[in-house]
């Protein structure tokens, strides 16, 4: 059984993963806050992700791109005339939602209803519609044709579906006129593309290589629901691969396997995640496949890789007038690279960890809840403790503290019940606990007590950080 969104929501508050944005005047709709164990989980989400795709492809550099950008970037990109959602209204409840993804909850909510050949049916008409000329137009006929619902008024008295520009616009400089309209950039990617020379010259790198980014993106979202899913404020972590025209599938290919196996090492379970096609793929790719993660609100993206042929290079070269080409000395050829490109949000990474990793045992009649995250993403890598407060015994564990601190996030605890103490550092997902008692005074061990299988271990003082550090290679 996965884990309901309310439960990881009040955890991630109780335990300070995850707060609301300005919570103290009633929130940001939409934004949030990371808290100390977020922020330590997530720069371990990030670091995972950086030596992944630059440490071990020695073709991979990564950039750190600014988030304001020229405007014309956004004319180039496509994102200033086609980066929109289609918005409909409910006229009775004033609520605002996602014409194409009502179409898909009802299409859950059939299948779920054991009508899969309706579903299908369904299914059928908004892949059309997607791909029609007038997107609005046909959207609206399928959820009138349908009857569909509004999920809060239950009644089906809809607005015209309209597209909505997922752009946050903001004005550089003192005057707010026309000509100093900046956006806040709606994914990192454009960073790349506009660097492609200076990367590729500087780096002194060859046709394939490729460029990669973590940072944060802006988006308008019309509906931002089901907390850090969606939010209006995220950070993507995006890897562009340039390739020459023509083998963009055997790369396609290989990005596809590499960045599921990535999910699997961060533990993920493999029964939790899938490949899904797009319903409809830009005009300009000629492969597009997401990985999908069983969220608490079902099967959803968590990552997108998508085959971009030469379109933002060449967008680029003709907007911008400077040539975008690459020149291959081993044959003579000159000609504008494909790109291959992998973006997954860190967020939406953090929201799986969290599902994933959450469980409920029974422990001697109480409950336990335990996140189980792998040991080098976990926010506190070991938690010390002294048994009792004298007979030096806090002296010998604050020198373990402070040890193990030169490699790793710990904590010291020394207040409560030793059995509190661990269930504490359960839910935080610590994965090792390392206890000074009575014997360390005569022997010089303590004990590790292990976060799974809660086996405890008795080992050497002196050895408890090379002992972690090899149970994390593990
Ligand atoms: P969706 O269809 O869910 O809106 P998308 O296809 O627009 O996502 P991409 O543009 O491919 O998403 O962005 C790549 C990744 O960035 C997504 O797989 C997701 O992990 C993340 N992402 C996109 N939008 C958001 C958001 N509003 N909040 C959090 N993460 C996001």
């Not at 509004?150 to 026309?178: E, Y």
């Not at 969606?230 to 990005?255: D, H, S, V």
């Not at 606990?433 to 086996?455: A, F, K, N, Q």
Request: glycine letters at 6%.
């Amino acid at each position: 059984m996965s884990v309901s969104l309310d439960t990881i929501v009040s955890l991630c508050k109780r335990r300070g993963f995850i707060f609301q944005s300005s919570e103290i005047y009633g929130g940001l709709a939409a934004t949030y806050d990371y808290g100390p164990l977020g922020s330590e989980l997530k720069r371990n989400v990030t670091r995972a992700w950086w030596e992944a795709m630059t440490r071990r492809h020695d073709n991979v550099v990564g950039i750190d791109a600014a988030i304001l950008m020229h405007p014309e970037v956004w004319k180039a990109s496509g994102h200033v005339d086609a980066f929109h959602d289609p918005m409909i209204d409910d006229r009775v409840s004033k609520m605002r939602y996602r014409a194409d993804q009502l179409i898909e909850g009802h299409i859950d909510r059939l299948r779920r209803n054991g009508k899969e050949q309706q579903a299908d049916a369904v299914y059928e008409k908004l892949v059309a519609a997607l791909n029609a000329e007038d997107v609005p137009k046909a959207l609206h006929s399928v959820i009138i044709g349908e009857e569909i619902k509004s999920p809060d008024s239950g009644v089906a008295d809809w607005s015209d579906v309209r597209q909505f520009n997922l752009m946050f616009k903001t004005h550089i400089g003192p005057v707010s006129d026309t000509e100093s309209v900046v956006y806040l950039r709606p994914e990192t990617a454009q960073g790349i593309f506009v660097n492609f020379h200076n990367v590729r010259e500087t780096a002194r790198l060859q046709i394939p290589f490729g460029i990669a980014q973590i940072g944060k993106a802006f988006r308008n979202e019309i509906v931002a629901r089901q907390f850090v899913f969606r939010m209006r404020e995220f950070e993507q972590m995006e890897m562009q691969y340039f390739i020459k025209p023509g083998t963009q599938m055997e790369a396609y290919e290989a990005w596809k396997a590499e960045r599921l196996n990535w999910h699997l090492e961060n533990g993920i379970r493999a029964d939790r995640l899938r490949f899904h096609v797009h319903e409809k793929t830009a005009h300009y790719a000629d492969a597009a496949v997401d990985i999908q993660y069983e969220f608490p609100g079902g099967w959803q993206e968590v990552e997108g890789i998508h085959s971009r042929t030469d379109y933002d290079l060449g967008r680029h070269q003709e907007f911008s007038g400077k040539k975008m080409e690459y020149f291959d000395s081993e044959t003579n050829e000159r000609y504008i690279p494909y790109v291959v490109e992998t973006s997954v949000g860190v967020d939406r990474t953090i929201l799986m960890l969290l599902s994933d990793a959450y469980r409920e045992e029974e422990v001697k009649g109480e409950t336990r809840v335990v996140m189980a995250f792998r040991p080098k993403l976990a926010p506190i890598t070991a938690g010390v403790f002294p048994l009792v407060k004298k007979d030096g015994m806090p002296e010998i564990a604050h020198r373990i503290e402070a040890d193990l601190r030169r490699e790793y996030n710990v904590f010291y605890d020394e207040k409560g019940a030793v059995g509190r103490r661990y269930r504490r550092m359960d839910e935080a997902g610590t994965p090792f606990c390392i206890t000074v008692d009575g014997e360390t005074l005569e022997d010089g061990s303590v004990t590790v007590r292990h976060r799974d299988s809660m086996d405890q271990v008795r080992i050497q003082a002196d050895n408890v950080r090379s002992y972690i550090r090899d149970e994390l290679q593990r």
